[in-house]
């Protein structure tokens, strides 16, 4: 939860973070303190396991979209979520990102998440392309 807040401080417009991971990993926990960093800690997050998609406004012209692709069969199917406008205009947390195959944008955040040494305990890798550089450095916890 650190860390999604920490990261939700250096996100803007336009940034996709691809949460990648297990069942129970805690993809949707990650992205709950994300989303209640930017939006306040009273905000209701549900998990969009079944609608595909939550989206939260930010201010009056950004946004903020959350994303569960668990359930996409095809890559194609994300095109019906206007995946591409999100893309392009908010923030995109993403839970499932490898069932979009190419639509994934090669300009991405990577959080993968794996069980750590007891129960309560997750192992994070990040992987970010160059342009995640300079504001990763600025990330303490």
Request: hydrophobic share 40%; with cysteine.
């Amino acid at each position: 939860m650190a860390l999604a807040g920490a990261l939700s401080r250096i996100a803007r417009a336009g940034d996709v973070i691809a949460l990648k991971g297990d069942l129970g990993t805690g993809k949707t926990v990650f992205a709950r303190a994300f989303i209640r960093a930017l939006c306040g800690a009273e905000t209701e997050v549900p998990s969009p396991t079944f609608t595909l998609v939550q989206i939260y406004d930010l201010d009056d012209e950004e946004t903020l979209h959350h994303f569960d692709l668990y359930r996409l069969e095809d890559p194609e199917e994300a095109l019906e979520l206007d995946i591409d406008d999100a893309f392009a205009d908010g923030i995109s947390l993403i839970e499932w990102p490898e069932r979009l195959g190419s639509y994934l944008p090669r300009q991405h955040l990577e959080i993968a998440l794996s069980y750590g040494g007891s129960q309560k305990q997750r192992s994070c890798l990040i992987s970010a392309t160059a342009e995640w550089d300079q504001r990763l450095a600025e990330v303490s916890l």
